[in-house]
């Protein structure tokens, strides 16, 4: 199980996962009790990237963004695919997660994310730590592995759940290229697997 990034890229940037260290590149946001809590861990004999416990200042969504994200600014994406495949845990306040792209800082970046407690597949931006919904489709998914894809060409994107297209959105607000990442929110815990970047 890997993460892999495209042919565009430096083969530096395939990362093997192994239980018990994040893999090369990856960085937490936050420090301290703002930074939540990401791990390499076996999921029945698979190691996977998990979300395993929200940031204090994310509890229930009360306090701070509650936003829990892993990113890595050594690859810079700006057009081309982004896929990963991913399952949701558990979480009371919030489930599920997905993919971070064009992503500036700590609190400038677009989002894909499927919630399993709405049964919804969303676009977010968040801009200056404050987040907005670009588009929304209904969507009830099985427990269980689940694969996520979004696709940038420009200002227009993309989404697609397990081969699905289901969002199409344009957006200018950012138009350089960032770096990627993964994202849950409050304490929704998830696995992640198969992370693949394909720049165009």
């Known amino acids: 199980m890997a993460f892999v990034s495209g042919p565009a890229l430096a083969q530096s940037n395939h990362w093997s996962l192994q239980v018990g260290a994040l893999p090369q590149g990856w960085q937490i946001t936050g420090e301290g009790e703002d930074a939540s809590d990401w791990q390499v861990i ?85 801009k200056n730590g404050h987040r907005r919904k670009l588009a929304s489709a209904s969507i009830a998914l099985t427990a269980g592995w689940h694969e996520m894809t979004i696709t940038q060409t420009g200002g227009h994107f993309q989404g697609t759940l397990d081969g699905q297209p289901l969002l199409n959105h344009n957006d200018g607000t950012f138009t350089k290229a960032g770096g990627v990442g993964l994202w849950t929110k409050a304490d929704a815990v998830t696995y992640f697997a198969d992370f693949r970047v394909v720049p165009r």
């Open 42 to 126: 076996n999921d029945y004999g698979t190691p996977v990237l998990a979300m395993t416990s929200q940031s204090d200042s994310g509890l229930f969504g009360l306090f701070g963004s509650g936003f829990n994200a892993i990113t890595n600014q050594n690859i810079r994406f700006l057009d081309g695919s982004i896929s990963v495949r991913f399952k949701a845990v558990s979480g009371n306040s919030d489930q599920g997660g997905g993919i971070m792209w064009r992503v500036q800082d700590d609190e400038n970046y677009y989002i894909a994310r499927f919630n399993p407690l709405e049964d919804n597949f969303r676009f977010y931006t968040v």
